[in-house]
């Protein structure tokens, strides 16, 4: 059983589940359960079955996918008062997941069984507008990954990504290169050459911003 401030949190995070009328949500949620995962942790992988529906309540998922090579790109992070389309999109098709996700930063969660997704998804409007504007949020969010992808340079796209960071930026140069889908190597030549610019200053897992001006004109050139 979920405690009250857990279902104040979940309420707060998530405002459409407040529609649903109170001893309806009460018997939903009492088959959910309350996950806490360490950053590192793999919550799902490619071919796996899903098994129910997450609710952040604190932390982030990178969801990725890998190649045989084991470069990896990151498609989108999930953060509290979202959730995962990858996950809605197995459940609603009765599908096995085409990608891996993992706790970026230590997430506290509530996991709702499949059962309960279809339930609410069969019964709820709210729900239901809730899962679909995630879904055309996320597309979009992916065909600008895939048009960056395409069409960008790999040191565009990592301006791009530098000038939408806090500064100082404090992470490893292959935690950048992962979510470029890139190799730490070629990460780390780039970032020097934007040194040598003077555009960032580099530390040691940090990364501080010196001309964003600079950065920002040559991410849209």
């Known amino acids: ?122 019964k709820y409007d709210a729900f239901r507008r809730y899962v679909f504007q995630l879904f055309t949020e996320r597309l979009t969010d992916m065909m600008e990954l895939v048009t960056a992808v395409a069409f960008q340079k790999l040191d565009q796209r990592l301006a791009a990504l530098l000038v939408v960071k806090p500064s100082p930026l404090h992470t490893t140069h292959q935690a950048i290169a992962d979510e470029l889908g890139s190799a730490r190597e070629m990460v780390s030549r780039l970032l020097k050459g934007f040194a040598d610019q003077g555009w960032v200053k580099l530390g040691r897992e940090q990364i501080i911003i010196s001309d964003m001006a600079a950065l920002k004109k040559f991410a849209t050139l």
């Open 1 to 122: 059983m979920l405690s009250n401030d857990i279902r104040a949190r979940i309420l707060l995070l998530y405002p459409m589940l407040r529609e649903l009328p109170v001893a309806e949500l009460d018997g939903l949620l009492v088959s959910a359960s309350l996950m806490q995962l360490a950053a590192g942790t793999v919550v799902f992988d490619e071919n796996q079955a899903c098994q129910g529906f997450p609710l952040l309540l604190s932390g982030s998922l990178r969801i990725i996918k890998s190649a045989a090579s084991g470069r990896e790109l990151q498609l989108y992070r999930v953060v509290p008062g979202e959730s995962c389309i990858m996950t809605s999109s197995c459940l609603l098709g009765d599908s096995r997941y085409q990608a891996r996700g993992i706790v970026a930063e230590s997430v506290e969660m509530v996991f709702l069984p499949a059962a309960v997704f279809h339930s609410m998804m069969g």
